[in-house]
């Protein structure tokens, strides 16, 4: 892809699945990569791996609930590289996601921790994010989004309020300064098949999920960070303010 190599970005979030995913898929590109996660075991497995293969990265323990956090995860890159040039923020509380019911029965203590990672964490890291991205002269920012933004679910209310948020918000910076040069864009995943997810999935609901997408195989992580890599590149230059779906055909949003 155009305009990846030796550019500046950091992952928010890139310790496993589709994080890991992205930022290896950059490394391939030619980018110099600041990868962030909660685990600092996980973050700086990627990152070495990506050493040992000859590409450039540094791993680095990462709250997203944390400003402070979240301004070293950003500063880190600046300092190591001397500027920041993308930014792909895919944090989120995937534990929460297993107890969060409708809306009647959700906790306020369920709900407020979803919204910290999922929504207010997007926001910290482009607060934090911004000033270096229009120093280097806008450069691209993608969120990771879901489907659950948009197909309506009985359960997980939680979790699809805080994407629709994350929507609003990269349409706003899109809206904000797409003028100065800053692209913004989302990836929205359908059920995602990892490494984990792949060797625990239960062959009958294997199926089932295969029976709801328009197509042969469910998503690999792989798949979404090629979108990922495509909206950060040069050949997307044009797109601003869009959600990409990535769900094998599940939505089919106009």
């Known amino acids: 892809m155009r305009g990846l190599k030796d550019k500046v970005a950091v992952i928010a979030g890139g310790g496993s699945g589709i994080g890991a995913a992205t930022t290896r898929r950059l490394a391939e590109e ?14 700086c497995a990627v990152s070495s791996s990506i050493e040992a293969a000859g590409g450039r990265a540094i791993g680095l ?29 895919n944090a989120a509380d995937m534990g929460a996601i297993r107890v969060d019911p409708d809306a009647a ?31 280097s002269g806008g450069g691209a920012i993608v969120y990771t989004t879901s489907e659950s ?29 797409g003028r100065e040069g800053l692209r913004a864009n989302a ?3 359908g059920f995602t098949l990892t490494e984990e997810i792949d ?23 792989q798949d979404v960070a090629a ?13 601003n303010g869009q959600v990409i779906s990535v769900d094998s055909g599940r939505t089919m949003r106009p």
Not at 30 to 43: E, N
Not at 69 to 87: C, K, N
Request: with cysteine; hydrophobic share 45%.
């Open 149 to 177: 933004a948009y197909i309506g679910e009985p359960t997980r209310v939680s979790y699809g309020m805080s994407k629709s948020g994350i929507n609003a918000l990269m349409r706003h910076v899109a809206s904000r300064w």
């Open 105 to 135: 029965e959700v906790s306020l203590e369920l709900f407020d921790r979803t919204i910290a990672v999922n929504l207010r964490g997007h926001l910290l890291c482009t607060q934090q994010a911004l000033p270096h991205l229009l120093r």
């Open 61 to 89: 323990p990462f709250d997203v609930r944390d400003a402070g956090s979240v301004a070293r995860l950003m500063q880190t890159a600046v300092e190591t590289y001397g500027r920041l040039d993308a930014l792909h923020v």
């Open 227 to 239: 979108a990922v890599a495509f909206l950060l590149s040069e050949d997307a230059a044009s797109i």
């Open 187 to 189: 990836v929205a995943p």
């Open 199 to 221: 060797r625990q999935l239960d062959p009958g609901l294997r199926a089932e999920f295969l029976a709801g997408v328009r197509g042969r195989r469910l998503v690999s992580p």
């Open 30 to 43: 030619g980018a110099r990569l600041v990868v962030g996660d909660l685990s600092a075991d996980a973050a």
